[in-house]
């Protein structure tokens, strides 16, 4: 190892022990030395030190981390290298396991939680696209469920090693074995690896949705099989991928249409007949999310429904209580604490919440006063996060 448990990298980073390791190099928990702040420190493989295709993949990794600053994108805060002048990135530590690991935990997962999930991935990936970051390898893998507060499968999209970089020669084959996870690749991936655009991980986000409702994956190797795969057998899996239609899978408990949008629209063969966004694949997650029975549907994560009109909105209000206040078309929370430390909780605690619900309030602290802004409160998501902040108001402050 290019570093030893107990040194300190750079002055700064203590290495507490291994907690994850890859074909591109090895994740460490770490403690910041003056802070005592967790962190995941992730350090290429030594044998790539002076490789500048995986030093250029490892450092597009940090820069896609580092700059989107989306909530469901993991966070790269700083990058360096060791004594050995190997690079490190430097990660938030998350606590969680990755949506794969509960796949196979699990098997099937429910149709709201899939949705739930997809639809954090589409916000992150549209978050991804909109930086000109198409990620290229979204895999459940690469996935991560992690708890925020109390809110269950807040999802982090991780290792964006290889997007915007791959070419020709290295996206599918060195020597005579595949690499990458042929399972998740378009087939325009496959055939024209130079040409991808957004629309491949609209692919792979099918691939991922297939894979959590159906318990298994569109297209995989045969049985037995091993990584990195053989020529002739990726050879068999790529051409499964090109040409035959997933088996469309079996969920009574699915909403009408939505085998179908997974199958026919997110994993359409050519990129023009797929959803073209994921904006596009939120809109329809959502309209797939409404007409689940009330007691199964998603409701932290997607928004349902008409906007309603100003008379219901002002009841809505009013329920709420004296410390909301409608004016201007805006919904807007005043509370008061002489403790900042408080403030800031009640912040956090309103972002953990915007987060899920993809919602973008404004949150300003000015001691002794927070003040919560919320755009388009008729939109039921708004009014969903501003009763989900009232009532942990109530229970807490």
Known sequence: MDVE??????????????????????????????????????????EYAADATMIRRFMNEALAA??????????????????????YIVFEFLEG????????????????????IAYQIASALEAAHQADIIHR??????????????????????????????????????GNTVTGTPEYMAPEQILTPDTVDRRCDVYALGVVLYEMLAGHLPFTPPVGSTLPLDIDTAH??????????????????????????????????EPAERYQSMK??????EAFASVLPQRDTPAPTLDRGEPMNLDQLAAEVRQLGSRWSLEDGVLTLDIYHRE??????????????????????????????????????????????????????????
């Open 66 to 87: 580092g700059t989107l600053g989306h909530p469901n994108i993991v966070e790269a805060t700083d990058m360096g290298f060791t004594k050995t002048d190997t690079p």
């Open 5 to 46: 448990i107990g040194e300190v990298v750079e002055g700064r980073y203590k290495i507490v022990r291994a907690i994850a390791s890859g074909g591109m190099g090895t994740v460490f928990l770490a403690e910041h030395w003056l802070i005592k702040r967790r962190f995941a420190l992730k350090i290429l493989r030594g």
């Open 236 to 269: 068999a899996l790529l051409t499964r991928i090109l040409t035959e239609r997933p088996a469309p899978f079996k969920r009574a408990d699915a909403p009408p249409g939505l085998v179908e949008m997974v199958v026919d629209k997110l994993l359409a063969k």
């Open 340 to 397: 900042l430390s408080r403030l800031a909780a009640a912040a956090e605690r309103a972002a953990a919440m915007a987060d899920v619900l993809a919602a973008r309030p404004r949150i300003a602290i000015e001691h002794p006063h927070l003040r919560l802004t919320i755009p388009e409160p008729q939109r039921v998501t708004s009014l969903v996060l501003a009763k989900r902040v009232e009532q942990w108001l109530r229970e807490h402050w």
């Open 280 to 285: 596009q694949v939120q809109r329809a997650l």
């Open 97 to 116: 396991a990755s949506l794969a690991s509960e796949i196979d935990r699990k098997g099937k997962v429910s149709v709201p939680r899939a949705l739930r």
């Open 137 to 174: 390898d979204l895999k459940s893998e690469n996935v991560l469920l992690v708890r925020k507060l109390d809110i269950e499968d807040h999802v982090k999209v991780i290792d964006f090693g290889i997007s915007r970089i791959l070419t020709a020669s290295d996206r599918t084959a060195v």
